[in-house]
């Protein structure tokens, strides 16, 4: 004769470790989803990042500066401009460096960068200028790869700024050093002025008396 109560016990006793073993499954699993988030977010908040933006150097030489904005040192960076940008530059040594630039690579300290130029002044006559476009390449010190996409338009590119010259540095550290002369100057005369006026006091009360 079966023994149902026994029975019934059994089975509701394989159903709860049933449940309990797939709620550990789900918690186990969570737990390592988790870890492994809070791993790839420290993996990206210490992590080499190269940004790139256009400059303009001493209002003559146009340019891309390579940025390290991250936490970590970028190692083998590497820029691959489009085809169509390359032939689109019209002075010859530009393009030349832009053409030599292909595949080379350089080591860039977080907070540091690297320039390297595409055009002068004439750059700007250039209509319909073509999106200067590609792939930054790079890796950090776990040989971990990191490839970006840009691509700047350069016939309204906004932030394009420009680099004071040295003789404009040294044209506004002249003005300022004669600014401070002029001042002394001033306060040197008014000082002539003021121990003239009492010397000349001085002898005529000299001469009243």
């Known amino acids: 004769m079966t023994d149902w109560p026994m029975f019934w016990i059994t089975v509701v006793y394989v159903?709860?470790?049933?449940?309990?073993?797939?709620?550990?499954?789900c918690s186990a699993k969570a737990t390592r989803d988790q870890l492994n988030e809070m791993r790839r977010?420290?993996?990206?908040?210490?992590?080499?990042?190269?940004?790139?933006?256009?400059?303009?150097?001493?209002?003559?030489?146009?340019?891309f500066r390579l940025i390290n904005e991250g936490k970590r040192v970028a190692y083998d960076v590497s820029v691959d401009l489009s085809n169509e940008f390359i032939q689109s530059i019209q002075e010859h040594q530009f393009k030349k460096q832009l053409i030599s630039q292909q595949g080379k690579r350089c080591?860039?300290?977080?907070g540091n960068h690297y320039d390297f130029y595409f055009g002068s002044n004439m750059y700007?006559?250039?209509?319909?200028?073509?999106?200067?476009?590609?792939?930054?390449?790079?890796?950090?010190?776990?040989?971990?790869?990191?490839?970006?996409e840009f691509s700047?338009?350069?016939?309204?590119?906004?932030?394009?700024?420009?680099?004071?010259?040295h003789d404009e540095k040294l044209e506004k550290i002249l003005?300022?050093?004669?600014?401070?002369?002029?001042?002394?100057?001033?306060?040197?005369?008014n000082l002539?002025?003021?121990?003239?006026?009492k010397t000349n006091q001085e002898i005529n009360n000299s001469l009243s008396d």
């Open 41 to 63: 977010q420290e993996r990206e908040n210490n992590r080499p990042i190269i940004a790139i933006e256009v400059i303009y150097i001493n209002r003559a030489l146009l340019g």
């Open 107 to 110: 080591i860039i300290g977080t």
């Open 152 to 165: 700047i338009d350069l016939g309204d590119y906004a932030t394009m700024y420009s680099v004071e010259s």
């Open 124 to 148: 700007f006559e250039i209509e319909n200028k073509v999106p200067a476009s590609g792939f930054i390449s790079y890796t950090d010190s776990a040989q971990r790869k990191y490839k970006e």
């Open 192 to 197: 002539s002025k003021s121990i003239t006026a």
């Open 175 to 189: 003005k300022a050093q004669n600014q401070k002369l002029e001042t002394i100057s001033k306060s040197i005369m």
């Open 15 to 25: 159903i709860a470790t049933i449940a309990i073993c797939y709620f550990n499954y």
